[in-house]
């Protein structure tokens, strides 16, 4: 099936919203529902890339809640809560861990119009002490029912929700791919409209070929490679 010119249309239009500096790290988060909506509402927003931090031994798996929201927005795993916020510390992000007491603030009272991380905790247990102690700020969406908490993927999408808001009201929303860094927009460009040419690409060690202004790759492929293009 050849890329439609609309299709590589529609693909750019959306890499183009993509932030690189709005994302989610979701500490020991497990049920597949739960991480299928939460990747589905960072899809919407814009969100370029996820984090996880998985209990050992488990294997990650969505269900149909996704719609496929997987496929855009890669989910990357960490060994512990402690490397991950490294990480993104290192990267710039802010991290905002969602923590019910009393030393948390009301998230909207918050700027996440700079490079922003939302903490979300397990379903059952919610943040560790550890991570919660190496986050920036702890957040709290105020709650006025019986319940205590919200569901992990609505409280997910409650913050990404605001945070698209607060960076709209404040004319910050990329259009023209300025939201994903430079040097790597035309490999997630080629990723998202190739998938499997991609990773033929990265078996073989190969640079990701060219594409022409319609999206169509430039230059020759193998003949069973271009069957599935
Ligand atoms: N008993 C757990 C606790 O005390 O944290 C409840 C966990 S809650 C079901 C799962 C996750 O959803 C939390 O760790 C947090 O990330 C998020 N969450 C739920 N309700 C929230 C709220 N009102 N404000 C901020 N985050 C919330």
Redesign the pocket.
Known sequence: MPLLPRRYERLKAVLNRRMADLTVLLEHVEKPHNLSAILRSCDAVGVLEAHVVSLKGRERTFNSTAQGSQKWVPLHGHASGAEAIQALKTQGFKLYG?H?SAAAVDYRSCDFTGPTAFV????????SEATTELVDQA???P?QGMVQ????SV?TATLLFEALRQRQAAGLLPNQGQGVPAERYDDLLFEWAYPDVARWCRDQGKAYPALDAEGTIKGDLPRTLKLRC
């Open positions: 969602t019910l979300l905790g397990a379903e059952k247990w919610g943040l957040i709290v969406i709650m908490s919200l569901n992990v409280a």
